[in-house]
């Protein structure tokens, strides 16, 4: 696979979104949200669930249409297109849920992948595929991208393994080589971690960053693994109910008191615990707060609840009719 830029990261904004809005009844499900990408980029976008993260990839790919906004993919206007012809134009799309045939092998479903994004031939040479060479050559030719693919998504021991004999982790691994087999400019992952083991999880990350290395493409990627997303993501995105709230460094944005209230709520304890925000920024806070304020000593014993007062009934006040 040819890379298409030499440090994989240059200025070059790939990806423009404006001002996009999509609401589902009263819902504002993405509200007024705009961002750029740039060519060789990773962006994480977190959230709390119902932020609206998957909604705006929607609205990204042309699976929902937005109310307002625009989008531009490589300097073209692809708002009024439809996802497929946006997939044409560059955008390649994973969904929570790996859809794939499972009685194909791992090859097989590769080369499947590169021959639906081959030009298509005509009747005649369909008809006389076994004779033609220049048929031979195209065969040979998926087959050694399929295998090229393969490699670089470490798939190599499953290569001839059905789909329905590897575990969800591998699978996610498949349906991610599908995608990147498109030649995505930019790759829209959604939470590509859902449903993997802890070991599976971990792998992600170094594979993220190889397959970026290795074809330069924009990635946008929905993760609620913190140390997943943190790791691999040159910068992050927070989404709450629908908005966009902070933009920048992974550490600035898992750090900012907006992100950290909307995933946790305000109460600090429960956010040191988390570990999500540096303990000793919370842990000042916290001696702080405690000094300012004595909390009231808990009592050692839990003090038993008073005893409930029999309520009389009313007697002797009804009226029968
Ligand atoms: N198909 C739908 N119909 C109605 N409301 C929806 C639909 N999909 C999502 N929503 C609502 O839009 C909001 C954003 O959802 P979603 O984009 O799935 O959030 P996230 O991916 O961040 O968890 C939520 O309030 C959700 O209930
Ligand atoms: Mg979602």
């Not at 009844?25 to 949200?33: S, T």
């Not at 693919?149 to 001839?160: P, V, Y």
Request: glycine letters at 8%; hydrophobic letters at 35%.
């Amino acid at each position: 696979m040819t890379p298409r830029t030499s440090n994989g990261k240059s200025n070059d904004v790939v990806l423009d979104v404006r001002e996009v809005s999509v609401d589902y009844g009263g819902v504002h499900a993405v509200d007024d949200v705009s961002f750029t990408a740039k060519k060789g980029e990773i962006i994480g976008f977190i959230g709390p669930n119902g932020a609206g993260k998957t909604t705006l990839f929607d609205a990204i790919c042309g699976f929902v249409s937005s109310e307002r906004g625009r989008i531009e993919l490589e300097g073209r206007d692809i708002t009024g297109l439809n996802p497929t012809e946006r997939a044409r134009s560059g955008l390649g799309r994973s969904f929570q849920d790996a859809r794939l045939f499972s009685s194909l092998t791992v090859f097989e479903t590769l080369a499947c992948a590169f021959e639906r994004h081959t030009k298509h031939q005509g009747a005649v040479s369909t008809m006389l595929q076994p004779l033609t060479w220049w048929v031979r050559r195209r065969e040979n030719k998926i087959s050694e991208r399929a295998d090229e693919i393969i490699d670089l998504m470490g798939l190599t021991a499953f290569r001839d393994k059905f789909i329905n004999e590897l575990s969800t982790g591998s699978r996610r691994v498949v349906d991610l080589a599908c995608v990147i087999a498109h030649e995505p400019s930019v790759l829209l992952l959604d939470e590509p971690s859902s449903g993997m083991a802890q070991k599976e999880t971990e792998a992600m990350g170094p594979l993220l960053q190889r397959v970026k290395e290795t074809t330069g493409c924009t990635m946008l990627l929905i993760e609620h693994d913190m140390p997943l997303v943190t790791s691999v993501s040159d910068e992050l995105i927070a989404l709450e109910t629908g908005r966009l709230v902070v933009r920048g460094q992974p550490r600035d944005v898992t750090n900012d008191p907006r992100v950290v209230s909307a995933y946790l709520g305000t109460d600090e304890r429960v956010v040191a615990r988390s570990g999500m925000i540096r303990t000793d920024t919370v842990r000042k806070r916290v001696n702080a707060k405690s000094k300012a304020k004595p909390r009231a000593k808990k009592p050692a014993v839990k003090p038993k609840a008073a005893p409930r007062k029999a309520v009389k009934k009313p007697t002797g006040t009804t009226k029968s009719s």
